[in-house]
């Protein structure tokens, strides 16, 4: 297996090459005729692997592999594992949807709220992503874009701007856990072999032989309501948690409003 090599420091950004490239800030390493293999396309294989087999089969071997190259002329593009994973969650997320024409007429609530429902619908559609560790601040280009979409929603409103950064930190963090548990569960699903109203079934009643009024009386009320039985939307956690941040965000707003 060939030894990745040390990574050089970039002067000005202090980003890598790699990514100062996604940045357009750099054209390509070396100098001679244009290469055909590109950063582009070493993403695009990347994600392509991710996406058809899960991360777990994603490795600087595997993409040079189904590039058809050698492992060594990856690291002329991207110089660490941790870079192309970075650069592949950035692929993953896109860009964002842009403020709506009528963004003025519309609330910071609406605005935030759709900002949060793009998000999850991209990490539902892409979940290889949420197999990515974080292991720092946003610094590609489509991230950082996420992250000013956000903020551009609570524009108008009171909240000083490192408020607005914690909003959307909280949000973002609410979007990543329901869409990695409801991953997990997918995943768990699909190996079971049943279907998910079964996989419901089956907890159910392993809940009722498990438990009793007598030992567990919150749970026994729980079983006895509809929660289990599928009577709300899809998305009810999600929008029910969602708007529970909202409502605390507002209050605040309000507070702040008030001469």
Same mark, same amino acid.
């Given at each position: 297996m060939a030894k990745e090599p040390e990574r050089e420091p970039v002067e000005g950004t202090g980003l890598?090459?790699?990514?100062? #490239?996604? %940045?357009?800030?750099?054209?390509?390493?070396?100098?001679? &005729?244009?290469?055909?293999?590109?950063? !582009?396309?070493?993403?695009?294989?990347?994600?392509?692997?991710? !996406?058809?087999?899960? #991360?777990? !089969?994603?490795s600087m071997g595997r993409v040079a592999k189904e590039l058809g190259v050698s492992t060594m002329s990856l690291y002329r593009y991207v110089t660490a594992k941790e870079e192309l994973y970075i650069l592949m969650s950035d692929a993953g997320v896109g860009t964002p949807p842009p403020l709506p024409p009528d963004a003025d007429g519309r609330s %910071? +609530?609406?605005?935030?709220?759709? %900002?949060?429902?793009? *998000? +999850?619908? /991209?990490? #539902? !559609?892409?979940? %290889?992503?949420l197999r990515i560790p974080i292991t720092g601040a946003p610094v590609s280009p489509n991230q950082l874009a996420w992250m000013d979409r956000g903020l551009a929603a609570m524009a108008g409103t009171a909240l000083r701007e490192s408020e607005k950064l914690s909003t959307i930190i909280l949000i973002g963090g609410l979007v990543r856990n329901e869409a990695t548990m409801a991953a997990d569960m997918m995943e768990a699903i699909v190996?079971?072999?049943?279907?998910?109203?079964? /996989? /419901?079934?089956?907890? /159910?009643? #392993?809940?009722?032989?498990?438990?009793?009024?007598?030992?567990? &009386?919150?749970?026994? +009320?729980?079983?006895?309501?509809?929660?289990?039985?599928?009577?709300?939307?899809?998305?009810? *956690?999600?929008?029910?948690?969602?708007?529970?941040?909202?409502?605390?965000?507002a209050e605040l707003i309000s507070e702040r409003s008030t001469p």
């Open positions: 890598p090459a790699s990514l100062e #490239m996604a %940045w357009g800030l750099r054209e390509r390493p070396g100098k001679g &005729p244009r290469p055909t293999l590109t950063l !582009a396309r070493i993403v695009d294989a990347a994600v392509s692997l991710a !996406a058809t087999e899960g #991360m777990d !089969a994603v %910071w +609530r609406e605005l935030l709220s759709d %900002w949060a429902y793009a *998000q +999850r619908a /991209v990490l #539902m !559609a892409n979940s %290889w992503i190996k079971s072999g049943v279907s998910p109203d079964q /996989v /419901v079934g089956q907890y /159910v009643r #392993m809940l009722r032989l498990l438990t009793g009024p007598d030992t567990h &009386p919150a749970v026994t +009320r729980l079983l006895e309501s509809d929660a289990f039985t599928g009577s709300d939307e899809p998305d009810f *956690q999600f929008r029910f948690a969602l708007g529970r941040l909202l409502d605390g965000l």
